[in-house]
């Protein structure tokens, strides 16, 4: 019954391969996020879906797509995967707009590491 | 624009005690909310506490409580009869009570819990 899940939770690639994270929540929330999290553990807004439509997008590579088939899910895409790209990646969820407060739900974190 | 300091990069504590950690934001808002986020060696995330900004009273819950100081924007964690389990990295993050659905995160503390 676990909340927010993505997969996979570890994912060890070569430089220049493409590769996808999927993400899913069972709370019902209607915004869901991509976060970047850096060996200095600084976390960083890449992208922000409402309703499967995209209201943050940071300034991120164009290599990296997200894509929401439906508010449940938002999966991110990495294409042409570079060394920096190495990070660990959350997905997170939250319900309503800004006004409400409601705080954002996160999954385990993707490890991506760039060989 | 909206910035959050957690000016302590490591802090420690021995068992039973209580410790104190600090965050400091900046805004010109005046209505937002703010949020301890905890995160264990497990990587998870796990929402801590939440305090909305027109609330004069401290959000607590259980061990954990907060000194909200509106007016020196200020936001520091207290951690009472600390436990083992409490060892993690702390953020602090602000979001705006406006439809902009992005919070904004400090640096990070990372607490160490002696035995």
């Known amino acids: 019954d676990t909340a927010v899940s993505q997969t996979p939770k570890y994912l060890v690639t070569q430089m220049g391969n493409d590769k996808s994270i999927k993400c899913e929540q069972n709370?019902?929330?209607?915004?869901m996020y991509w976060y970047k999290q850096d060996s200095k553990k600084f976390l960083k807004i890449m992208f922000s879906?409402?309703?499967?439509?995209?209201?943050i997008n940071e300034t991120v590579p164009n290599r990296f797509s997200p894509k929401s088939p439906d508010k449940a899910h938002l999966n991110l895409h990495i294409n042409s995967l570079e060394l920096g790209d190495s990070a660990v990646y959350f997905c997170?969820?939250?319900?309503?707009?800004?006004?409400?407060?409601?705080?954002?739900?996160f999954g385990d974190g993707t490890r991506l590491s760039i060989l | 624009a909206q910035t959050v300091t957690q000016s302590q990069p490591e802090m420690s504590v021995q068992e039973a005690e209580t410790v104190t950690l600090s965050c400091t934001y900046d805004t010109s808002e005046s209505d937002y909310y703010l949020f301890w986020y905890k995160q264990p060696p497990s990587r998870q995330m796990i929402l801590v506490i939440r305090?909305?900004?027109?609330k004069q009273q401290n959000a607590t819950e259980n061990r954990f409580s907060v000194n909200f100081q509106k007016a020196a924007k200020s936001f520091s964690l207290k951690i009472s009869d600390s436990q083992l389990g409490d060892a993690a990295m702390y953020f602090c993050a602000y979001r705006s009570a406006d439809s902009n659905y992005q919070l904004i995160w400090g640096a990070g503390t990372k607490l160490i819990i002696k035995p």
């Open positions: 709370l019902g929330h209607d915004t």
């Open positions: 879906y409402n309703n499967k439509e995209l209201i």
């Open positions: 305090q909305e900004a027109y």
């Open positions: 997170a969820s939250s319900q309503g707009t800004g006004g409400g407060g409601q705080p954002q739900h």
